[in-house]
């Protein structure tokens, strides 16, 4: 069995919080998936599915982030699932907004999340971190990861959902440097469409000779061959349009 952990803290008041991205990471991968309703097991929330054919267990813990390891280890211990098939997905605050990476193994570098989970299963799991920004300076940090999104960053964050959902079968076949590299290419910026090219009028040649006056007429209405052809239009485009209605629209489920 693979066990899937997004990071957060419960409560509405939390939903949109920075700090609460690893939960929205899997309310969309149960969306996109057909995972079973959440239910209360393990001093979380958990809900069964399948993942490239293999059973999947998601899970967003109860217990505040400061005790998110009570929960994963009782169900790593009940399921007797090994490191390896234990994902966690979490904010961080050392990438960039929009960024991720994925590691296996590691310390906790701050984060009281993971912190809990090492203390009760050991450092050799797997992370999916879920970049958000640095505020600037230490003494930010904790109001900052308290702090809901602004509405502004749907515009990456809902992509970015979007893309750990489509790729989340990767996880499940331990393909983790493929699942990196999909999302990263999945969210690179596009790049702007190059404008039609005209071609240029064709100039007479040189040679030819000049025609008899009884040659030149040309037949009324008919045009000149050599009258250049009006270009093309350049194609229509706009703003990626960010689907903000999701991500603040929506209530915890």
């Known amino acids: 069995m693979l066990l899937i952990v997004g990071l957060g803290n419960p409560g509405s008041q939390y939903a949109l919080n920075r700090h609460n991205i690893g939960f929205m990471a899997a309310d969309a991968i149960h969306r996109r998936h057909g995972f079973s309703p959440w239910r209360s097991r393990f001093q979380a929330l958990v809900s069964e599915g399948t993942l490239a054919g293999r059973k999947t267990l998601l899970m967003k813990p109860q217990t505040y982030m400061n005790e ?62 879920l970049g958000i920004g640095h505020p600037g300076s230490k003494e930010l940090v904790h109001g900052y990861v308290l702090h809901d999104f602004a509405r502004v960053d749907g515009e990456w964050i809902n992509p970015l959902l979007d893309a750990v959902a489509d790729n989340a079968a990767l996880l499940a076949d331990g393909k983790d440097s493929t699942f990196g590299n999909r999302l990263h290419r999945s969210l690179e910026p596009e790049k702007p469409a190059k404008s039609p090219k005209v071609d240029k009028p064709a100039k007479p040649d040189a040679s030819d000779k000049p025609a008899r006056p009884a040659e030149t007429a040309a037949p009324a209405g008919k045009a000149s061959a050599t009258s250049p052809s009006s270009p093309a239009s350049p194609p229509a485009g706009g703003p990626f349009a960010a689907g903000l209605k999701r991500l603040f629209g929506v209530k915890d489920e």
């Open 68 to 129: 998110s390891g009570r929960a994963v280890g009782e169900a790593a211990r009940f399921h007797k699932i090994p490191n390896a098939d234990i994902v966690v997905m979490h904010d961080e605050l050392d990438l960039p907004a929009a960024k991720i990476r994925m590691k296996t193994g590691g310390g906790h570098g701050g984060h009281n999340g993971l912190r809990s989970i090492s203390a009760h299963v050991g450092e050799d799991y797997r992370r999916l971190r």
